[in-house]
């Protein structure tokens, strides 16, 4: 307690000098730093705000250029596309033609086909490879081979778009992926420091996947263009294929259909002009015929009138064999009886024999009719298959160019 009302230590005023100088000094070094402090972090404001403007103003820069980069990449995706787009449309129509074209060669196959069936039907003589039979199977074959060549060629077509669309396709991914970034930089140059939703984002500048460097940027849509590129080169070559391809087979086909019908043509002439000669020769042995029938029934009567004479001869020649006696004498009379009774016999024997080589040669006329009417009746067939039945169906054969 005695400790406690101890009176406090008393400084000498040397020492309040002291320390009052001291705290001068100590305010004096303070304020000097302060001040220093001030200066130094105003001049590193300043400095922070010219560098974050500077970085902010070239980020801008760089967002556009960055833009302009996507725009004009955008812009040669869509030009592509819109290419791609339209070859494929047009190489579908050149599609179209081909498989027009590869029907259209299905009916004169099978009337080509039907042509050398009805021709076998042909009979005798007439069942010959002429020249109608050369060019109908000529026309089969070249009918075949355009069909297996357009067969082909619609599958190199359908090849030919399933690449276009797959050029299509990553093009239009490619420009899809365009338009997205270009909405991303379009949004992040609107931002401003004033923009009101702008936030504090956690980890923002952390890479996360695989980044593309600038040139493998260019790069892909580079090949993707380059690829498009490609495809309508190939469309395009294959067009001008098509195009050589359905004009020459039209052409080959239509050429080819021409020699046909030339031939039948001919042929049927031939087998007209043949025809009408057998009819002539048929009338020709049917009048023969008749004369012959006539010259029978002359030869015929005539035997038959001798029959009189010879009866007369012989029945005198009888009556006188009862002569009596001496009077059966061989006398002018009984050699001329015997001499007419021999003539009148080799006569009926001369006519009879003309009878027989008559009789002889109208069965070979008659057998010669009956071939003359079978040729008939075979050129009449064969102008049924060729003209009535192949040269009609024919008609209607139509080639055209698509």
Not at 26 to 44: F, N, V
Not at 226 to 232: H, I
Not at 343 to 357: C, F, G
Request: aromatic letters at 4%.
């Amino acid at each position: 307690m005695a400790r406690l009302l101890q009176a406090p230590l008393k400084f000498h005023p040397s020492e309040w000098d002291t320390a009052a100088r001291m705290q001068c000094a100590s305010t004096e070094s303070l304020k000097s730093r302060s001040e220093r402090m001030i200066a130094e972090s105003q001049r590193l404001l300043d400095e922070i705000e010219k560098t974050t403007q500077k970085t902010q103003s070239d980020v801008n820069k760089k967002l556009e250029q960055r833009r302009e980069e996507i725009k004009f990449w955008k812009q040669e995706l869509s030009n592509k596309l819109e290419e791609v787009v339209h070859e494929t449309e047009v190489l579908l129509t050149f599609k179209t033609r081909l498989e027009k074209s590869l029907e259209s060669c299905k009916e004169p196959l099978v009337i080509a086909q039907k042509c050398l069936l009805n021709r076998q039907r042909r009979v005798g003589i007439d069942l010959v490879r002429d020249e109608v039979e050369q060019e109908l199977v000529k026309e089969v074959e070249i009918l075949q081979g355009v069909i297996a060549l357009l067969g082909r060629t619609l599958e190199q077509t359908d090849e030919q778009i399933r690449l276009n669309r797959s050029a299509k396709y990553n093009l239009e991914m490619d420009l899809k992926d365009k338009f997205t970034a270009l909405m991303i930089d379009d949004y992040c140059t609107s931002l401003t420091n004033t923009t009101p939703d702008t936030r504090y984002t956690n980890n923002a500048a952390r890479i996360e996947g695989k980044f593309v460097s600038p040139e493998d940027w260019i790069d892909f849509s580079n090949i993707n263009v380059e690829k498009a590129d490609k495809q309508l080169n190939n469309s395009l070559a294959l067009r001008v294929v098509i195009d050589g391809i359905l004009s020459q087979t039209a052409n080959d086909i239509r050429k080819q259909c021409e020699m046909v019908n030339a031939a039948f043509r001919n042929r049927v002439k031939e087998v007209k002009d043949a025809k009408h000669k057998l009819e002539t020769l048929l009338a020709m042995v049917m009048d023969e015929t008749a004369s012959q029938e006539k010259n029978i029934e002359a030869l015929k009567q005539a035997i038959a009138d001798k029959e009189g004479p010879v009866k007369v001869a012989q029945t005198r020649l009888e009556a006188r064999t009862h002569r009596p006696n001496v009077e059966f004498c061989y006398d002018t009379v009984q050699y001329r009886l015997i001499s007419e009774v021999e003539e009148i016999t080799r006569n009926i024997q001369r006519l009879q024999d003309a009878l027989a080589e008559a009789e002889t040669e109208l069965k070979a006329l008659s057998r010669q009719q009956l071939s003359l009417e079978e040729e008939i009746q075979v050129k009449e067939n064969t102008l049924y298959m060729d003209e009535v039945l192949c040269m009609q169906m024919r008609e209607s054969v139509n080639i055209n160019n698509f």
